[in-house]
Protein backbone atom coordinates (compact mmCIF):
# COMPACT_ATOMS: atom_id res chain seq x y z
CA UNK A 1 0.00 0.00 0.00
CA UNK A 2 1.34 3.71 -0.98
CA UNK A 3 0.02 6.83 0.52
CA UNK A 4 -1.30 8.97 -1.72
CA UNK A 5 -1.42 12.55 -0.27
CA UNK A 6 -3.77 14.92 -2.70
CA UNK A 7 -5.41 18.33 -3.49
CA UNK A 8 -8.12 17.92 -5.35
CA UNK A 9 -8.99 21.57 -7.04
CA UNK A 10 -12.26 22.71 -8.17
CA UNK A 11 -13.26 22.42 -11.85
CA UNK A 12 -13.03 25.44 -12.62
CA UNK A 13 -9.53 26.56 -11.13
CA UNK A 14 -7.15 24.95 -13.32
CA UNK A 15 -3.68 25.37 -12.66
CA UNK A 16 -0.68 24.81 -14.95
CA UNK A 17 2.46 22.81 -13.70
CA UNK A 18 4.65 25.71 -14.61
CA UNK A 19 2.40 28.45 -11.96
CA UNK A 20 3.23 25.68 -9.27
CA UNK A 21 6.75 25.59 -9.96
CA UNK A 22 6.52 29.45 -9.70
CA UNK A 23 5.23 29.30 -6.55
CA UNK A 24 7.94 26.79 -4.80
CA UNK A 25 10.44 27.72 -2.50
CA UNK A 26 13.85 26.84 -3.20
CA UNK A 27 14.32 25.04 -0.14
CA UNK A 28 11.06 23.03 -0.45
CA UNK A 29 11.72 19.30 1.20
CA UNK A 30 8.38 18.10 -1.03
CA UNK A 31 7.40 17.46 -4.26
CA UNK A 32 4.10 17.57 -6.41
CA UNK A 33 3.27 17.33 -9.77
CA UNK A 34 -0.83 17.65 -11.09
CA UNK A 35 -2.94 15.44 -13.19
CA UNK A 36 -6.26 15.64 -14.01
CA UNK A 37 -8.66 13.27 -12.34
CA UNK A 38 -9.71 10.79 -14.41
CA UNK A 39 -13.03 9.18 -14.17
CA UNK A 40 -14.86 12.98 -12.67
CA UNK A 41 -15.77 16.09 -13.11
CA UNK A 42 -13.48 17.52 -10.09
CA UNK A 43 -10.79 19.34 -11.74
CA UNK A 44 -7.35 18.45 -11.32
CA UNK A 45 -5.42 16.74 -8.59
CA UNK A 46 -2.31 17.77 -7.31
CA UNK A 47 0.02 14.95 -5.65
CA UNK A 48 2.34 15.75 -2.73
CA UNK A 49 5.56 13.22 -3.01
CA UNK A 50 8.28 12.20 -1.47
CA UNK A 51 11.28 14.77 -2.60
CA UNK A 52 12.36 11.73 -5.02
CA UNK A 53 8.70 11.56 -6.59
CA UNK A 54 6.13 8.84 -6.47
CA UNK A 55 4.16 8.27 -3.90
CA UNK A 56 4.60 9.76 0.23
CA UNK A 57 5.54 6.67 1.83
CA UNK A 58 8.86 8.39 2.76
CA UNK A 59 7.43 11.17 3.85
CA UNK A 60 6.12 8.93 7.09
CA UNK A 61 8.52 8.43 10.12
CA UNK A 62 9.71 5.17 10.88
CA UNK A 63 7.52 5.04 14.08
CA UNK A 64 4.44 5.46 11.34
CA UNK A 65 1.78 3.17 12.56
CA UNK A 66 -1.52 3.29 10.04
CA UNK A 67 -3.90 1.65 12.17
CA UNK A 68 -3.31 4.91 14.46
CA UNK A 69 -6.12 7.91 13.84
CA UNK A 70 -3.37 10.27 12.55
CA UNK A 71 -0.71 9.98 10.44
CA UNK A 72 2.94 10.12 11.67
CA UNK A 73 4.75 12.11 9.09
CA UNK A 74 8.38 13.18 9.46
CA UNK A 75 8.46 16.83 10.95
CA UNK A 76 10.53 18.36 8.89
CA UNK A 77 8.25 17.90 5.79
CA UNK A 78 5.32 19.26 7.80
CA UNK A 79 6.26 23.27 7.34
CA UNK A 80 6.51 22.77 3.59
CA UNK A 81 3.19 21.20 2.89
CA UNK A 82 1.11 23.92 5.02
CA UNK A 83 2.67 26.40 3.04
CA UNK A 84 2.12 25.47 0.39
CA UNK A 85 -1.59 24.88 1.11
CA UNK A 86 -1.55 28.30 1.91
CA UNK A 87 -0.06 29.01 -1.22
CA UNK A 88 -2.96 27.23 -3.06
CA UNK A 89 -6.08 28.51 -1.37
CA UNK A 90 -3.93 32.74 -1.69
CA UNK A 91 -3.38 31.96 -5.31
CA UNK A 92 -6.60 30.15 -6.34
CA UNK A 93 -9.03 32.43 -4.27
CA UNK A 94 -11.00 28.97 -3.68
CA UNK A 95 -11.27 26.27 -1.43
CA UNK A 96 -10.09 22.84 -2.49
CA UNK A 97 -10.12 19.12 -0.88
CA UNK A 98 -7.49 17.99 0.90
CA UNK A 99 -6.77 14.27 2.18
CA UNK A 100 -3.90 11.82 3.26
CA UNK A 101 -4.82 8.28 2.74
CA UNK A 102 -3.91 4.85 1.41
CA UNK A 103 -3.97 4.30 -2.14
CA UNK A 104 -7.57 3.72 -3.23
CA UNK A 105 -9.17 4.64 -0.26
CA UNK A 106 -12.24 6.63 -0.03
CA UNK A 107 -12.03 9.78 3.24
CA UNK A 108 -14.98 8.17 5.77
CA UNK A 109 -16.03 11.58 6.17
CA UNK A 110 -15.00 15.25 5.08
CA UNK A 111 -14.50 17.94 7.48
CA UNK A 112 -14.80 21.23 6.61
CA UNK A 113 -11.61 23.77 7.55
CA UNK A 114 -10.44 27.09 6.93
CA UNK A 115 -7.11 27.16 5.48
CA UNK A 116 -5.83 28.39 8.81
CA UNK A 117 -7.15 25.05 10.43
CA UNK A 118 -6.05 22.96 8.15
CA UNK A 119 -2.61 24.51 8.14
CA UNK A 120 -2.19 23.85 11.62
CA UNK A 121 -3.42 20.76 11.80
CA UNK A 122 -0.64 20.10 9.26
CA UNK A 123 1.98 21.60 10.76
CA UNK A 124 1.51 20.08 14.21
CA UNK A 125 0.89 16.45 12.39
CA UNK A 126 -2.72 16.18 13.52
CA UNK A 127 -3.94 14.96 9.69
CA UNK A 128 -6.14 11.37 9.49
CA UNK A 129 -6.01 8.54 8.47
CA UNK A 130 -9.83 8.03 7.74
CA UNK A 131 -10.79 11.48 6.88
CA UNK A 132 -10.51 14.30 4.24
CA UNK A 133 -10.75 17.90 4.72
CA UNK A 134 -12.73 20.59 2.36
CA UNK A 135 -11.28 23.93 2.57
CA UNK A 136 -13.60 27.24 2.41
Known amino acids: MCLSIKITLPNEKAISQDTLQSWQLPDLKVKFHLSKALFSSRGHVL ?3 EPKGGCACSLMSNHADPE ?3 WDLE ?3 LPDIAQLLKLLRQNLGCGFAFQA ?3 NER ?3 QK ?3 IQELA ?3 EQGQI ?3 NGYLVN
Request: hydrophobic share 50%; no cysteine; aromatic share 12%.
Open 120 to 122: QLV
Open 112 to 114: RVS
Open 128 to 130: STK
Open 47 to 49: YIA
Open 75 to 77: PGF
Open 68 to 70: KAL
Open 107 to 109: PLE
Open 101 to 103: LWV
